[in-house]
């Protein structure tokens, strides 16, 4: 499986993105499939997934009813919709896929600038 990332760029502060994650090569077995990101001197943190079996979603509290993951099954895509956001979102954005038997894949990221 192939992950990449667009839609990063420089926003301000209040303003809205979506990112996509455009999956390439044997998707069948997905069975999470995530955003994750990470600040300068941070560590990578989740700020979205979703289960392709019953489609339930979880979101960290700092991003919770800001930030909304979705996907397109037909293009084998996935989005994060973010709005509302805040300086403290900059960081870059990673996509992430596990597989049944918790392989996971990473996609290459995208920089997401929130100016105050």
């Known amino acids: 499986v192939q992950l990449v990332e667009s839609g990063g760029g420089l926003v301000q502060a209040g303003g809205s993105l979506r990112l996509s994650c455009a999956a390439s090569?044997?998707?069948?077995?997905?069975?999470?499939m995530a955003w994750y990101r990470q600040a300068p001197g941070k560590q990578r943190e989740l700020v979205a997934s979703?289960?392709?079996?019953?489609?339930?979603?979880k979101y960290p509290d700092p991003v919770k009813g800001r930030f909304t993951i979705s996907r397109d099954n037909a293009k084998k895509t996935w989005y994060l919709e973010m709005n509302s956001l805040k300086p403290e979102d900059t960081a870059v954005y990673y996509c992430?896929?596990?597989?049944?038997?918790?392989?996971?894949?990473w996609g290459k990221g995208t920089l997401v600038t929130v100016s105050s």
């Open positions: 992430n896929a596990v597989e049944v038997g918790d392989m996971d894949y």
């Open positions: 090569g044997s998707t069948f077995s997905i069975r999470i």
């Open positions: 979703l289960t392709t079996g019953g489609g339930s979603t």
